[in-house]
């Protein structure tokens, strides 16, 4: 090789045909260069898995929306059911109204429940008049205390059954022509007789039969006894003026309130407002 041939430069790429151009100078940076088969199968897969999930999204909205609406638009659209006007249960004024209510309570009186007639004893000579026997027990010792200074009661009824009981309301209402509410304020209705419960007794004067079963009898001897002692003998007037059931003063009806039994039965005479 000549020296002519050494110092020849090599042909630059504009002066050679495209043929002529070795082909790593030949490679430009914008040729399309195309992805593998794998990675198409990726790619398709890919896309599939992301319809799906936007396939799916589009269901669960379109449920929720058709089976649970938006419960703050449904509260808003209905109205109110407990109004202002009405108290709920639980309110200050329907509490302040039910406490002061006794559902069972009947034109002033309360419901009792008969003695069992195997604790009922006779209280009179002739048997007439009964009384359980811890109430019969305690109104022989205030008898006799009061016999001992002078004082003699005339017992006028203890014990009453609900057939009594029925004579007693409903026959003497008939024959006073009163009307239910009157004759309840001077007698309970059949059920609600505190003579029911074996505990309850009308006591007159034996010298003063005039004022039996009348307020007068409260200008007897015989009152004024039971006024000053019968509590000691753990008896007490159950109808005193202006009393809570509202029942007419009646200062000949004593009950016994000496025992458990009695103070339950009675317990809601006492806590009436």
Do not use: C
Request: net charge neutral; charged share 20%; hydrophobic share 35%.
């Amino acid at each position: 090789m000549d020296n002519a041939s050494l110092s020849r430069k090599p042909p630059q790429a504009s002066e050679l045909g495209i043929d002529e151009i070795p082909e790593a100078v030949r490679d430009h940076p914008y040729i399309e260069v195309k992805p593998s088969q794998s990675r198409k199968k990726g790619l398709i897969w890919k896309l599939l898995a992301l319809g799906v999930v936007a396939f799916g999204v589009s269901i669960w909205l379109h449920l929720n929306f058709k089976f649970f609406p938006d419960t703050s638009r449904v509260e808003q659209s209905q109205p109110n059911p407990v109004s202002a006007s009405s108290p709920s249960p639980t309110s200050p004024v329907a509490n302040s109204k039910s406490s002061t209510a006794t559902p069972d309570k009947l034109l002033g009186h309360l419901p009792y429940q008969e003695a069992p007639a195997s604790d009922l004893v006779a209280v009179t000579g002739d048997g007439g008049i009964k009384l359980r026997k811890a109430a019969a027990a305690k109104y022989q010792e205030m008898a006799n205390a009061a016999a001992a200074q002078g004082i003699y009661f005339a017992p006028i009824s203890g014990f009453r059954s609900l057939e009594d009981q029925q004579h007693v309301f409903f026959d003497v209402k008939a024959e006073r022509k009163q009307d239910v509410s009157k004759r309840a304020e001077v007698s309970a209705p059949p059920g609600y007789s505190e003579h029911h419960t074996g505990y309850a007794i009308d006591l007159g004067d034996g010298s003063v039969p005039s004022a039996n079963l009348s307020t007068s009898f409260e200008d007897t001897p015989a009152f004024k006894w039971l006024e000053a002692n019968a509590t000691s003998f753990s008896f007490e007037m159950s109808f005193p003026k202006n009393n809570r059931q509202k029942v007419s003063y009646e200062p000949w009806h004593w009950r016994f309130v000496g025992d458990k039994q009695s103070l339950e039965t009675f317990y809601k005479a006492h806590s009436l407002p």
